[in-house]
């Protein structure tokens, strides 16, 4: 584990379900490789929809935002499958009511705002110069990290985030996709500044969420994620209905669905999925806060921007050149860098933990 998530740890777990402390090394490492799994072919997932919505004849900014968040319900599922300790919470007498719905309505506005620079980006920008934006995201959490969490900085988490960036840098040149038509100038720079404060917000996010966890929710469960999760995007998705209706959007909506190039069905299952896709990598998003940091989560969610041209080239047959596969292996070694750098800093910490309960036993003794 790294060095930053000691702090969480420290503190008294409250008794609910798997708490982390207890979760033996390879218990630890499965639940981060099923957190990557699900950011990974969630926001691939996502990506895809998206784009398939946008090429068929969508053009709704508000309802590409709404379907970011509107599919929280599903999270319940998990949630209630998850026994309850019959043992009480020593977590500081329980977070009360206010200071958690303060959190998750302050944090849900912020998701919903980032959701809908990202829309607007997307909109008045090139796929290649969007992407290219987007991985700025990596260095804002660096140093949102940094202020924030009290992340510490090695050679091999610094080799991670570089090399990550130029892999995102290298998928965003070599887009050969065209931009949108009959975007002015203005248009355009309203867009590259939105994707910019939409990657600057999000980053700002992940280490609000960090922090939140480990100082004020205080609980080491994975049901503390979900309720994050699940209060958050009903805040957001609040907000998307309202800026739905009040931008007047919602009129076009019928128009949308009837010429829609697939179908009515397939625009309306588009949109279920699109939803579904995205809270799948909420989840493993807020999961690798929760479980490793913020930044960890943000190496995850930029190395998925290399793996997403793979799953277009099975989709939609996109062509696959020598600059996508070398950004692909740059990935590859960024994301094995940053693994690597939480092997050891695991194997450290255990070692520190041995060696203190031997000095115990033999003290004792």
Same mark, same amino acid.
């Given at each position: 584990?790294?060095?930053?998530?000691?702090?969480?740890?420290?503190?008294?777990?409250?008794?609910?379900?798997?708490?982390l402390?207890?979760?033996?090394?390879?218990?630890?490492?499965?639940?981060v490789?099923?957190?990557?799994?699900?950011?990974?072919?969630?926001?691939?997932?996502?990506?895809?929809?998206?784009?398939?919505?946008?090429?068929?004849?969508g053009?709704?900014?508000?309802?590409?935002?709404?379907?970011?968040?509107?599919?929280?319900?599903?999270?319940?599922?998990?949630?209630?499958?998850?026994?309850?300790?019959?043992?009480?919470?020593?977590?500081?007498?329980?977070?009360?009511?206010?200071?958690?719905?303060?959190?998750?309505?302050?944090?849900?506005?912020?998701?919903?705002?980032?959701n809908?620079?990202?829309?607007?980006?997307? @909109?008045?920008? %090139? $796929?290649?110069?969007?992407? !290219?934006?987007?991985?700025? #995201? +990596?260095? *804002?959490?660096?140093?949102?990290?940094?202020?924030?969490?009290?992340?510490?900085?090695?050679?091999?988490?610094?080799?991670?985030?570089?090399?990550?960036?130029?892999?995102?840098?290298?998928i965003?040149?070599n887009?050969?996709?065209?931009?949108?038509?009959?975007?002015?100038?203005?248009?355009?720079?309203?867009?590259?500044?939105?994707? @910019?404060?939409? %990657? $600057?917000?999000?980053?700002? !996010?992940?280490?609000?969420? #960090? +922090?939140? *966890?480990?100082?004020?929710?205080?609980?080491?469960?994975?049901?503390?994620?979900?309720?994050?999760?699940?209060?958050?995007?009903?805040?957001?998705t609040?907000?998307?209905?309202?800026?739905?209706?009040?931008?007047?959007?919602?009129?076009?909506?019928?128009?949308?669905?009837?010429?829609?190039?697939?179908?009515?069905?397939?625009?309306?299952?588009?949109?279920?999925?699109?939803?579904?896709?995205?809270?799948?990598?909420?989840?493993?998003v807020?999961?690798?806060?929760?479980?490793?940091?913020?930044?960890?989560?943000n190496?995850?969610?930029?190395?998925?921007?290399?793996?997403?041209?793979?799953?277009?080239?099975?989709?939609?047959?996109?062509?696959?050149?020598?600059?996508?596969?070398i950004?692909?292996?740059?990935?590859?070694?960024?994301?094995?860098?940053?693994?690597?750098?939480?092997?050891?800093?695991?194997?450290?910490?255990?070692?520190?933990?041995?060696d203190?309960?031997?000095?115990?036993?033999?003290?004792?003794?």
């Amino acid at each position: 584990m790294t060095d930053n998530q000691e702090p969480m740890l420290a503190d008294e777990p409250s008794t609910n379900q798997l708490p982390l402390r207890k979760l033996n090394q390879w218990h630890w490492w499965f639940l981060v490789a099923i957190n990557i799994l699900f950011l990974i072919v969630g926001q691939s997932a996502a990506v895809l929809l998206g784009r398939f919505y946008y090429d068929q004849g969508g053009n709704s900014k508000w309802m590409a935002t709404l379907v970011q968040t509107a599919a929280f319900p599903v999270l319940f599922i998990p949630l209630f499958l998850i026994p309850s300790s019959k043992e009480p919470s020593t977590s500081s007498t329980s977070t009360s009511i206010k200071v958690l719905a303060m959190i998750y309505f302050s944090l849900g506005v912020l998701i919903a705002g980032d959701n809908m620079m990202y829309s607007v980006g997307l @909109l008045y920008l %090139s $796929a290649s110069t969007y992407s !290219l934006t987007c991985a700025s #995201q +990596l260095a *804002f959490n660096a140093v949102f990290s940094y202020f924030i969490n009290s992340q510490k900085f090695t050679m091999l988490i610094l080799n991670s985030v570089v090399v990550l960036s130029l892999s995102a840098s290298l998928i965003a040149v070599n887009d050969d996709s065209e931009g949108p038509s009959g975007v002015s100038k203005w248009k355009y720079i309203i867009g590259f500044l939105c994707t @910019l404060a939409a %990657s $600057a917000l999000y980053s700002l !996010l992940l280490s609000l969420m #960090q +922090l939140s *966890f480990q100082k004020i929710l205080k609980r080491e469960t994975f049901s503390v994620v979900l309720e994050m999760q699940i209060y958050t995007s009903l805040v957001a998705t609040c907000v998307s209905i309202v800026g739905l209706f009040a931008s007047g959007e919602w009129n076009s909506l019928h128009g949308e669905m009837e010429g829609f190039g697939t179908g009515r069905v397939s625009y309306v299952m588009t949109l279920v999925w699109t939803a579904v896709t995205w809270q799948i990598c909420s989840v493993g998003v807020v999961g690798l806060i929760f479980v490793v940091s913020s930044l960890f989560s943000n190496v995850i969610s930029t190395a998925s921007l290399a793996v997403t041209p793979i799953a277009s080239v099975i989709v939609f047959h996109d062509k696959m050149n020598g600059v996508k596969v070398i950004a692909m292996l740059l990935a590859l070694w960024g994301f094995a860098s940053y693994i690597y750098q939480n092997y050891i800093d695991d194997a450290k910490a255990r070692r520190a933990r041995n060696d203190v309960s031997e000095s115990q036993n033999n003290s004792s003794c």
